[in-house]
């Protein structure tokens, strides 16, 4: 019967990733948010509406976190619609958005990582703390989605935190864009071997082995880096590691697709502004650090910064299954602060 489970959500996850490739991408993706987020409330009542909605300037907006809520009846505690609370009309009109502010790639990462509460409801049962559940996700509307004017909006659960500010019909900001994954490799059942965030974990190792003994004197650090903090600006201070300025061309090849691994996870027009962002703030200024293991299982945790964007990785925590360093945080955040607030 779990294997069963299993290969029917692997199919379902399947059907949805190509149904939202059904909708036209002509318009740019402001518009096609402002669009999608408009069918989605269109769509629902005035009661998931009240939960859906917020004032743009909503002190909730800048409240995002990465990590299962819940009180002590192992009720869910945050705010926004979710998707055990709509109908399929509804739910395919949250995947248009979902894929309004996602690449390819990115849209079937959002998904699996949603797919994997199953999974690791099956592993913790029946004796979990937390509820697993993979209608756990919440959507939230910040303000009126316009071509004109100020408006957000949010799609977040455990390990999926994706928020967007648009102004005037021009996405002002895409961070903070969390991206987690528990286990990070499926280890048995239908879907085993699969890697959700096989780049975020593999392209800095591959970068570690390709440096000088030199290099590495600089690059790798002693002290892990501290857990992701779900605040309004990344607390990471003055960049620490081997600075790009003193890579070889190859290295610096590597880097550039570390840095893409996560700028891909979003829309072209989207992913190219924010290349062009870490490219205007200077790619020689980059540092990029590694601290842990290159094995597996091994714990590790990374961190690139930019003068204007930093990406924060780790993967220390073991899975639900036991199996140490298999689970991964990893975020793409802009300097000094994320939704735009640090903008004109």
């Excluded at 073991?318 to 945080?329: E, L, M, P, V, W």
């Amino acid at each position: 019967m779990k294997t069963l489970r299993l290969c029917l959500l692997a199919s379902i996850i399947a059907v949805l990733f190509g149904m939202a490739y059904l909708a036209q991408e002509q318009a740019p993706p402001a518009d096609r948010m402002a669009d999608a987020a408009n069918k989605f409330l269109d769509s629902l009542s005035a009661d998931q509406k009240a939960k859906a909605t917020y004032a743009f300037d909503s002190p909730e907006r800048t409240h995002w976190f990465f990590v299962p809520r819940q009180d002590d009846q192992r009720k869910p505690t945050r705010n926004g619609l979710r998707l055990e609370e709509m109908n399929d009309t509804q739910r395919e009109a949250v995947l248009l958005l979902l894929r309004s502010g996602t690449s390819e790639a990115g849209y079937k990462q959002a998904l699996t990582i949603m797919s994997l509460e199953a999974i690791l409801n099956e592993l913790e049962k029946p004796n979990g703390k937390m509820v697993r559940n993979t209608g756990w996700y919440f959507v939230t509307i910040f303000g009126t989605p316009a071509k004109t004017g100020k408006w957000g909006w949010r799609i977040e659960g455990h390990h999926l935190s994706l928020n967007f500010t648009i102004v005037n019909g021009q996405v002002q900001s895409a961070t903070p864009a969390f991206f987690g994954a528990n286990p990070a490799e499926i280890k048995a059942g239908p879907m085993k071997g699969q890697r959700t965030l096989a780049a975020a974990d593999d392209i800095p190792k591959e970068l570690v082995n390709s440096l000088s003994e030199e290099q590495k004197k600089t690059a790798l650090q002693t002290k892990a880096f501290p857990e992701i903090e779900a605040n309004t600006a990344a607390k990471v201070g003055e960049p620490v590691g081997l600075v790009a300025s003193k890579m070889t061309a190859e290295q610096k090849k590597i880097l550039q697709r570390l840095i893409e691994s996560y700028c891909d996870r979003m829309p072209e027009y989207i992913a190219k502004a924010q290349l062009k962002m870490v490219e205007d703030g200077g790619f020689d200024k980059i540092h990029f650090a590694y601290q842990g293991g290159l094995k597996e299982g091994e714990k590790h945790t990374c961190r690139v910064q930019g003068p204007k964007f930093v990406i924060e990785f780790l993967n220390e925590q073991a899975d639900s299954a036991g199996n140490q360093a298999n689970h991964i945080h990893s975020a793409w955040r802009e300097l000094p602060s994320d939704f735009g607030l640090a903008r004109k």
